[in-house]
């Protein structure tokens, strides 16, 4: 049952999350190593990565009512 697959399984958004959470407190515990910690900071450099484009692409898909009553993408702020 290994991850022999080329494809990673893809996260929810919530779930990226909950996996940084679980990263940060690798992180953060006393007896982390320093090959611990770098691939713990690794992985959640990934997950960040995995969280940005996630809200990039939600972003893309926002859209707003305007004054007409008709929806237009809504603007970069």
């Not at 900071?41 to 996630?54: A, D, F, P, R, V």
């Amino acid at each position: 049952m290994g991850k022999a697959s080329k494809e990673e399984k893809t996260f929810s958004l919530e779930e990226n999350f909950a996996r940084l959470e679980e990263t940060i407190e690798k992180l953060e515990a006393e007896d982390i190593t320093l090959d611990g910690a770098f691939a713990a900071y690794s992985q959640g450099m990934e997950i960040l990565k995995q969280c940005s484009e996630q809200i990039d692409r939600v972003e893309k898909r926002v859209l707003k009512l305007n004054d007409d009553g008709e929806l237009e993408e809504l603007e970069e702020l």
